[in-house]
């Protein structure tokens, strides 16, 4: 396997800047009033950065939703493998939640705004949360 060079792993930290940038601007403003332009602005990169790791702005808002979910279903796995009673996983998730709660909340107000691939994919999250516990 080649080793990642030093530009690889520089794509993959602006990739990732820019999911973070996205995610705190989408939770701020609201997803449907944030423009690709608000998250080059953010971290001081140029607007055509941002289509070069996310062609449309539909793949960086689900980009955004795919790390949301990697990280809350990250907690959700600690809490169901360290904790046996169903009230402690509850309390563990809606405290994961809460450290989401203002995107959470931008992503289910902002719902019916959003292109079906999304919605789907929010969707199939909210299944997955559900059928975990």
Not at 9 to 25: C, H, M, P, V, Y
Not at 93 to 99: A, G, K, N, P, V
């Amino acid at each position: 396997m080649e080793a990642i060079t030093q530009r690889q792993s520089q794509k993959e930290q602006t990739r990732k800047s820019l999911i973070r940038a996205a995610s705190a601007l989408f939770s701020r403003k609201g997803i449907h009033a944030t423009a690709t332009a608000d998250v080059a602005r953010q971290l001081k990169l140029s607007h055509g950065t941002v289509f070069v790791h996310f062609p449309k702005r539909e793949d960086l808002i689900l980009a955004v939703i795919d790390d949301f979910g990697v990280r809350l279903a990250a907690e959700l796995a600690r809490a169901i493998k360290s904790e046996s009673e169903i009230e402690k996983i509850l309390r563990a998730h809606i405290r994961t939640l809460s450290e989401f709660e203002d995107f959470y909340f931008r992503i289910l107000s902002e719902l019916h705004f959003l292109p079906g691939p999304i919605r789907s994919t929010v969707f199939m999250l909210n299944s997955a949360v559900s059928w975990k516990l």
